[in-house]
C-alpha cells in the first residue's frame, strides 16, 4: 500500500494526464495537484476527492488508502489486440513479444 499522494501521481502518469489536465477536471489549480503529489497539502477536501477519484479511475476508497491495485483500463484497441494475443499458440506469442519489443526499442 502507498500513500495518497504517491498514487495520484501514479494513476495520474498511467493514464497519461497531466497535472494540468488532472486539475482542470478536478476545479483546482495545477499547483494544487502539485502539492498533494508532493505531499506539501495532504488535505484534499471532499468535494474534490471524489472529482480526483473520478478522474483518476479509482474508488475514493483506494485513493483514501493509496490502493494502487486498480487496473488501468484498457482501450477498445487494447482489448482487441489482447483478445488475439490470448488466441495464439505458445510460439506464436513468443514471436509476436520478440516483435513488440523490437519495435518498442525502436522508438
Given amino acids: 500500500m502507498s500513500h495518497i499522494t504517491d498514487l495520484v501521481k501514479q494513476r495520474r502518469e498511467a493514464l497519461g494526464l497531466s497535472q494540468t489536465d488532472v486539475a482542470n477536471a478536478v476545479g483546482v489549480t495545477p499547483q ?6 508532493r505531499r506539501d497539502s495532504e488535505y484534499i477536501r471532499p468535494k474534490h476527492l471524489l472529482a480526483l477519484a473520478r478522474v483518476l479511475e479509482v474508488s475514493v476508497e483506494d485513493l483514501v488508502r493509496g490502493n494502487s491495485e486498480s ?3 484498457l482501450s477498445a484497441d487494447e482489448k482487441s489486440l489482447l483478445a488475439t494475443y490470448r488466441k495464439l499458440t505458445s510460439d506464436e ?7 513488440l519489443r523490437g519495435l518498442a526499442k525502436s522508438k
Fill in 32 to 37: 494544487a495537484v502539485s502539492n498533494w503529489e
Fill in 93 to 99: 506469442k513468443r514471436f509476436m513479444q520478440k516483435l
Fill in 71 to 73: 487496473p488501468v483500463p
